[in-house]
Nanobody
Framework: QVQLVESGGGLVQAGGSLTLSCVASGRMFSSYAAGWFRQAPGKEREFVSTITESSTNKIYADSVKGRFTISRDNAKNTLYLQMNKLKPEDSAVYYC?????????????????WGQGTQVTVSS
């Protein structure tokens, strides 16, 4: 079974940047589409971005488009999320996830594997 571990969260001022990393176990990670989701206190988990196994397609939520960049290095079994121009409303626990499908997916229910989350806090 694929295991995912996120890192890179922290406290940053509005307008700043953070890069999140997600290291995956399992040889099959390179065959899976993967993505990032986030959940703020009292809110439902929401889609942030997703990427196909070969990075040929990327999808972003409208709220982060133009500010966040998703990427992956399959040789390192690692998924990344570069976050720029951060806003207080970006504050949340960020989760990486993977599914058995190769195509980029936005529906949370289609992701079978989840990391433990990493906290991102953006101050104003």
């Amino acid at each position: 079974q694929v295991q995912l571990v996120e890192s890179g969260g922290g406290l940053v001022q509005a307008g700043g940047s953070l890069t999140l990393s997600c290291v995956a176990s399992g040889r099959m990670f390179s065959s899976y589409a993967a993505g990032w989701f986030r959940q703020a206190p009292g809110k439902e988990r929401e889609f942030v971005s997703t990427i196909t196994e070969s990075s040929t397609n990327k999808i972003y939520a409208d709220s982060v488009k133009g500010r966040f960049t998703i990427s992956r290095d399959n040789a390192k079994n690692t998924l990344y999320l570069q976050m720029n121009k951060l806003k207080p409303e970006d504050s949340a626990v960020y989760y990486c996830a993977a599914t058995g499908a190769k195509i980029a997916l936005q529906r949370m229910s289609l992701y079978a594997y989840w990391g433990q989350g990493t906290q991102v806090t953006v101050s104003s």
